[in-house]
T-cell receptor, first 112, second 113 residues
Framework: KNQVEQSPQSLIILEGKNCTLQ??????????LRWYKQDTGRGPVSLTI?????NTKSNGRYTATLDADTKQSSLHITASQLSDSASYIC???????????FGSGTQLTVLP | NAGVTQTPKFQVLKTGQSMTLQCAQD?????MYWYRQDPGMGLRLIYY???????DKGEVPNGYNVSRLNKREFSLRLESAAPSQTSVYFC????????????FGPGTRLTVL
C-alpha cells in the first residue's frame, strides 16, 4: 500500500532558528514529490515540486531535498519566522496510477 | 483573481440531512477535485473531474455525489449526511488535468450531529 510518513508530528522552535522536516514514502511508481504549507483554517499552498532527477529545490527560505534511492525527502526552513507556523504536508504523485498520496503533516510552531 | 472559492465556510447538519458544497475557480483550469481532511490523516480524494463533462471516483466516494456544472464550478453533494462525514472539505483545481500542481480553496468545515 502506498504510504507517506512524516516526522516529527509536531515541532516547536524559536524565531530565527532553522529546522528540518522529514518525509519517507513507499509510493511506487514515483513521479514527483511535493511539499505544501497549510496555515490554520486555510487550504494547502504549494512550496515545491521535485521530480526523480532533482535532488534539491529552493523556494526562498524553504529548501527541499529528495533522495529517490532511499525514498526520503526533507524540507529545511532557514531563519524561521512567526509566519512559518503552519502544517507542512508531503505529497507523492504516481503518474501511472494517477494517484496522490498525502502525508498527515508536521505541525510547526515558531515562538518569539 | 480570487483563485478557488468555496461556500459555505462552516455548516452544521443533522444526521440524514442533505446539502451541497459549492466550489468555483477563476483560473480557467481544466481539472477540479474534492478532498476531505480528517485529524491525524492525510487529505483523501473523494471525486475529481479531469475536464468539463467528466467525473471520476477517488479513494473515498461513498456517500457523495458530484456535478461539474461548467468549467468553473464543481459541486459536492451529501444526500443523507452521517456523523462519519464530519470533516473539512477542500476543493482544488489544476490547469492540465494530470494531477499537476493543484491550487486549493479555503475549505468548508462540516459537522454532522
Amino acid at each position: 500500500k502506498n504510504q507517506v510518513e512524516q516526522s516529527p508530528q509536531s515541532l516547536i522552535i524559536l524565531e530565527g532558528k532553522n529546522c528540518t522536516l522529514q518525509c519517507n514514502y513507499t509510493v511506487s511508481p514515483f513521479s514527483n514529490l511535493r511539499w505544501y504549507k497549510q496555515d490554520t483554517g486555510r487550504g494547502p499552498v504549494s512550496l515545491t515540486i521535485m521530480t526523480f532527477s532533482e535532488n534539491t529545490k529552493s523556494n526562498g527560505r524553504y529548501t527541499a531535498t529528495l533522495d529517490a534511492d532511499t525514498k526520503q525527502s526533507s524540507l529545511h526552513i532557514t531563519a524561521s519566522q512567526l509566519s512559518d507556523s503552519a502544517s507542512y504536508i508531503c505529497v507523492v504523485f504516481s503518474g501511472s496510477a494517477r494517484q496522490l498520496t498525502f502525508g498527515s503533516g508536521t505541525q510547526l510552531t515558531v515562538l518569539p | 483573481n480570487a483563485g478557488v472559492t468555496q461556500t459555505p465556510k462552516f455548516q452544521v447538519l443533522k444526521t440524514g440531512q442533505s446539502m451541497t458544497l459549492q466550489c468555483a475557480q477563476d483560473m480557467n483550469h481544466n481539472s477540479m477535485y474534492w478532498y476531505r481532511q480528517d485529524p491525524g490523516m492525510g487529505l483523501r480524494l473523494i471525486y475529481y473531474s479531469a475536464s468539463e463533462g467528466t467525473t471520476d471516483k477517488g479513494e473515498v466516494p461513498n456517500g457523495y455525489n458530484v456535478s461539474r456544472l461548467n468549467k468553473r464550478e464543481f459541486s459536492l453533494r451529501l444526500e443523507s449526511a452521517a456523523p462519519s462525514q464530519t470533516s473539512v472539505y477542500f476543493c482544488a483545481s489544476d490547469a492540465t488535468g494530470g494531477f499537476n500542481e493543484q491550487f486549493f480553496g479555503p475549505g468548508t468545515r462540516l459537522t454532522v450531529l
